[in-house]
């Protein structure tokens, strides 16, 4: 089946600096990438997605890439501040009918530090 | 995605209790999917149900563990007999027939004493 790893797991920056992190996953069937944020004690939250597709996409400061090839998707968060703080979750699922079994990675725990 | 409800948000159960977690997923949604996540852990994927129908099961321990989605009424996951290890929080997600941008709910945090 599908496996999702996650690094790294836990990552510490200042507050304006880049943060990246990145997955790979296993089954080359999957074409659906979402990435998650999840605040603690809350729901996770989506924040951006990627479909098989498309290689790279945008929305304000956060950036997801994907490397069908090499099998590994990244996300990128730039000029970070301290509300940036959270569980990002990777996730790849092979949509197939509209059925989306999402795989996670372990998880990054993000800290920005003013 | 504030449109997908769980209840009870926690639920206390002493061992050998039944547990029965609720998810009404967003309007217009039709596809259910719960997952766990243990403390300090990732989600993994429990049960994936459609109305009346439920899809797969992959993930759901085969004993104690059931889920449903009525023709009326929220999805229903439920524990038979929990254990300490039952102990973690359990979302419900939903989304469109297309299967993208799923959306989860708040979450029901079971703490099994």
């Known amino acids: 089946g599908e496996n999702v790893e996650q690094h790294p797991s836990t990552l510490s920056v200042q507050e304006g600096d880049s943060a990246v992190i990145k997955c790979t996953y296993s089954?080359?069937?999957?074409?659906?990438f979402p990435w998650y944020k999840q605040e603690l004690g809350k729901r996770p939250q989506l924040i951006i997605d990627?479909?098989?597709?498309?290689g790279e996409k945008k929305d304000q400061r956060i950036a997801v890439t994907l490397n069908k090839t090499a099998k590994h998707f990244s996300l990128h968060i730039t000029e970070t501040q301290p509300e940036d703080s959270a569980v990002y979750f990777c996730?790849?699922?092979?949509?197939?009918?509209?059925?989306?079994?999402?795989?996670f990675g372990a998880g990054t725990r993000l800290a920005v530090h003013p | 995605n504030a449109g997908v409800m769980q209840n009870p948000r926690h639920l206390v159960r002493r061992r050998g209790q039944e547990a029965r977690l609720r998810c009404s997923p967003m309007?217009?949604?039709?596809?259910v999917y719960w997952y766990r996540q243990l403390p300090e852990e990732g989600l993994k994927f429990m049960v994936y149900?459609?109305?009346?129908?439920?899809?797969?099961e992959s993930g759901m321990p085969k004993e104690r563990f059931s889920a449903e989605f009525p023709k009326e009424g929220p999805s229903i996951l439920r524990i038979q007999q929990v254990v300490r290890g039952d102990s973690a929080a359990y979302f419900c997600?939903?989304?469109?027939?297309?299967?993208?941008?799923?959306?989860f709910g708040p979450g029901t945090r079971l703490t099994v004493t």
């Open positions: 997600a939903s989304s469109t027939p297309d299967g993208y941008e799923q959306y």
């Open positions: 089954d080359s069937a999957s074409n659906y």
């Open positions: 990627i479909r098989s597709n498309v």
């Open positions: 996730a790849a699922s092979p949509i197939s009918g509209g059925y989306n079994k999402l795989i």
């Open positions: 309007k217009g949604h039709s596809h």
């Open positions: 149900l459609q109305k009346e129908n439920i899809i797969d």
